[in-house]
Structures are given as C-alpha cells and as structure tokens.
C-alpha cells in the first residue's frame, strides 16, 4: 500500500514533452487566427469610413439646401479638397492621429459631387483601396487599389 501512495505521488505535473506540444497547438493556432482577425480589424473600419461617408454626404446636402450649391464645401470656401462642414478623417468618433482614413471631396459641381475615403498608408488599412461616394447614391469600392473603379467595383461589400 505504501508503494501505490509513493508512485502517485511521483507522478505530479507536466512533462517537457507536453508542455512543448501545448505551446505548438498555440502556435499553429495563432497562425491560422491572426489573419482573420486582421480582415475583420479592417473590414470594421471600413464600415466606419461607409458611415462617415454617409455622414459627409448627409452634410453636403445641408450645405446645398443653405447655399444652392454643392461648391465651397471643403476647406477655405474650395469646391475640393478636405470638408470644411464635417470631419476630415475617420473615424470621426476617434482623435485624428487614430484616423484610418482622410476623407476628401474630390468633385464638386453646382448640382453633383464625389466623395472619398482615401486609406491612410501608415495604418493596417494602408492597400485597402478608397471608398466612394456619388451624389446620386451610388457607392463604389476601389477593391483592388488600382486608382481606377472597374464596373464589379461600384458596391461597398463586393
């Protein structure tokens, strides 16, 4: 009896082996996490810079209501350029040194503009491709960063 004590008691705790096992199931798990989590750290952004995109155009059209036109909304009364009636980065909601995207107006007639999230090139979204906004409601995505918007690219979620 006291040799079955003894041998259970020697038998306390994990082995190198194990614990070397334990570490590379980790391991390969983070592998295989770490990218996913990265699409979704982006793809939320992305979503924040479609909403302040939304939000910027809603200001555009208060803007033409109280001035007949589109023209002189960005900074300094310029038809383009960085919005002087709403934010100029997003998130709006997060400082501008946290900003994942500067928002610009890059058209602005009397009756029509085009905004766009440019990605910021220091940040994880950097690549990403710019968001687009028309004044006629459509919505585009320059998914593969080429700098132009092919006909499969006129969609938020292509």
Not at 52 to 69: G, N, T, V
Request: a neutral charge.
């Amino acid at each position: 009896m006291n040799s079955v004590k003894r041998q259970q008691s020697d038998n306390q705790g994990f082995t190198l082996v194990e614990l070397m096992v334990v570490v590379a199931i980790v391991g390969i798990l983070s592998m295989l996490a770490y990218p996913s989590y990265q699409g979704f750290i982006k793809g939320s952004n992305r979503s924040a810079a479609q909403a302040d995109l939304m939000s910027l155009a809603a200001a555009m059209e208060r803007h033409k209501a109280a001035s007949y036109s589109y023209k002189g909304a960005a900074d300094s009364s310029a038809d383009t350029g960085s919005p002087a009636i709403f934010h100029k980065h997003s998130p709006s909601a997060e400082p501008y040194a946290n900003r994942k995207y500067d928002l610009v107006i890059t058209q602005a007639a009397g009756n029509s503009y085009l905004l766009e999230a440019k990605p910021v090139t220091s940040t994880a979204q950097s690549g990403d491709g710019s968001l687009y906004f028309y004044s006629d409601g459509r919505r585009a995505w320059d998914k593969d960063d080429s700098g132009a918007i092919s006909s499969t690219e006129f969609c938020w979620s292509c």
